[in-house]
């Protein structure tokens, strides 16, 4: 189903290449037993911002196409769960690009985007003992219609619960239904009260 027997003018005797050969199944939802994988082809056509590997198409920059020790066919480790302990082996494959340094401080200057004033918002999910955020409980990991590849939902349990998140030049804001509205600027710490959350601007 993906690879020639004889000769091919891809690498590894492929029928096409990769994007599209994983894509000759990927383009659509599959059921298997009680599990439905998404469909990546939809993901990928109604949507403009793409992850860098898919983006480059190298759909083998995260996942072994054949098998491997972890889930998803994923080259490196990455949790399964909403909820992870923080460890740096956990998220292996997510720093095998991304600095880990943008998740290891409480305040940081300019190692992460996601900072309200100089408070880490990344640290704030994600460093956490027991309970931290994993990456896929906000981020779309394959290709997303928002810069920084925000999702529109996430799955927690059996509820689809909303993210609701509004860019803005200097930061954004997030209304999701895990917790009340708060907004962040990179510029300038927001004060995030309980009436003025989305309404105003305060700031310190």
Known sequence: NCHVPHASKYA??????????????????????????????????????????????ECTACHTPHGGEHARLLTEAFPTTFYSPFAEDNYAICFSCHDV????????????????????????????PKKG??????????????????????????????IRFAPTETGGSCQPGCHKPYRYDRDKHVVNLPKAAVTENETD
């Open 12 to 57: 590894s005797l492929m029928r096409d290449t990769n994007v599209k050969t994983c894509l000759s199944c990927h383009g659509k939802e599959i059921k298997s037993g009680s599990r439905v994988f998404a469909s990546i082809g939809e993901q990928l056509k109604n949507n403009t911002h793409l992850h860098g590997p898919v983006q480059d198409g």
């Open 101 to 128: 340094e943008a998740f290891e401080e409480a305040q940081v200057e300019d190692e992460t985007a996601f900072r309200n004033g100089t408070q880490n918002l990344h640290f704030l999910h994600v460093n956490k």
């Open 133 to 162: 955020r994993t990456c896929t409980a906000c981020h779309a990991v394959h290709a997303s219609s928002s810069r920084g590849h925000l999702a529109k939902s996430t799955v927690f349990g059996k509820w689809t619960l909303p």
